[in-house]
């Protein structure tokens, strides 16, 4: 058993960042892992905390190991917004913090699994910790690319990039470590495009599979205007019921726990002012982290969407390529013919655009009606 166990199709970063655990006396105090979505970027640096802490350099079965893994050891701060930014206030903590040596391991290590989001307030109030370093103290910032990243935290630290690892290893994963049928895990694992985190609930949860397909068969029915709005509609509503399917029993469970850990009942009507306080505050981060999920589930949908003409222009080209929607190859055939390669290739690039837009805020119904529209198929 290892910490590095779970991070698949990841050779060469495991190997850099064993070979930095192994030589602590030249480690590096700043260090930025990024890669796409789902490749396993907050894993990676959990796991290089834990290999930090072990006295075995990673052994994966120690009350060290154990803790960092998930995010309770007092020495690994674990650093990830459920808003759309980290604000300048818990950067300065998080500064404050970093100062201080080690309660009890060798290192206090800080992840920052959303550095991207890092306004830049934020960054500046980090620059100096980062920039002069206490001993002992390892900083760790995620992100999707370099480019995510503002320059002057960037150019400070020391780059990892992760891949994409491939679909067959994340299924092998799947049923090693969750048990998943390996039929269905392979499954999973392609439509996810080996994202490890939605392979798994694909896998696992079969209202998750059926919106995908709502999303997926889309592209096979946007003939007309009045399709493309309706369209766009209904990539807003399947994102929505499945923010809300995410969410839903979180929140459940987070209320809960604060009502025991407040000693209150939750079965009462009406709560002390000073509970209903700390309700209210929950409330507020809740929908806040809803907004995001939100968000992230339209970005995910547009993923999905794209990889429909992603494998329609792979059988276009006759590339020797497994598809991504093998499962719905007649969905793709109906594309594949309806398109020419440049059209293909024009409606990824719409839908790209409907996610910088997003991401842009702007109102997402009105970013994914302007690129529907785009998406309408050929008449005859």
């Keep these: 058993m290892s910490v590095w166990n779970d991070l698949v199709g990841q050779s060469q970063t495991v190997a850099t960042l064993a070979a930095a655990v192994a030589d602590s006396d030249r480690m590096t105090h700043a260090w930025l892992f990024t890669g796409p979505p789902g490749s396993g970027r907050s894993s990676a640096a959990r796991a290089f905390a834990a290999a930090l ?89 995620c992100a999707p690319a370099l480019e995510d990243v503002i320059i002057t935290l960037r150019s400070r630290s020391r780059h990892v990039r992760l891949r994409t690892p491939p679909a067959r290893a994340v299924a092998e994963l799947l049923t090693r470590r969750d048990g998943v049928d390996p039929p269905m895990a392979l499954y999973a694992a392609r439509a996810a495009q080996s994202h490890v ?44 019921e499945e923010s809300s399917a995410s ?21 009462a009507r009406t709560q002390p002012p000073p509970v209903r306080a700390r309700l209210a505050a929950l409330e507020k981060e809740q929908k806040t982290r809803a907004t995001r999920f939100a968000r992230d589930m339209v970005d995910r949908s547009l993923v999905d969407l794209m990889s429909v003409y992603r494998d329609a222009l792979v059988l276009q080209l006759g590339a020797p390529v497994e598809l991504v929607n093998e499962d719905l190859r007649g969905e793709v055939e109906s594309v594949r013919r309806s398109f020419p390669p440049v059209a293909l290739i024009a409606a990824m690039d719409a839908i790209t655009t409907a996610r910088e837009r997003i991401d842009a805020n702007v109102p997402p119904l009105l970013a994914l009606e302007a690129m529907a529209v785009s998406l309408r198929l050929p008449r005859g």
Excluded: F
């Excluded at 818990?90 to 500064?95: F, G, K, Q, T, Y």
């Excluded at 798994?200 to 009045?226: F, H, M, P, S």
């Excluded at 969410?247 to 079965?267: C, I, K, Y």
């Design 247 to 267: 969410g839903g029993e979180r929140d459940v469970a987070e209320r809960t726990r604060l009502l025991q850990t407040l000693g209150a009942d939750p079965a």
């Design 53 to 141: 802490l072990c006295a075995e350099q990673g052994c994966g079965s120690c009350r060290e190991c154990r803790t960092a893994l998930d995010g309770s050891h007092a020495d690994v701060e674990v650093v990830a917004t459920q808003g759309l930014s980290i604000q300048v206030g818990p950067a300065r903590e998080l500064a404050m913090l970093s100062a201080h040596r080690p309660s009890v391991g060798r290192w206090r290590v800080i992840v920052i699994e959303d550095a991207d989001r890092l306004t830049e307030r934020a960054a500046d109030a980090l620059l100096k910790a980062i920039e002069e370093p206490v001993p002992r103290t390892v900083w760790v910032l």
């Design 197 to 240: 985190g939605l392979a798994r609930r694909l896998a696992r949860n079969e209202g998750a599979r059926i919106r995908r397909r709502d999303v997926v068969k889309l592209a096979a029915q946007i003939r007309t205007t009045v399709d493309a709005v309706g369209a766009a509609a209904d990539l807003a509503a399947i994102a929505g």
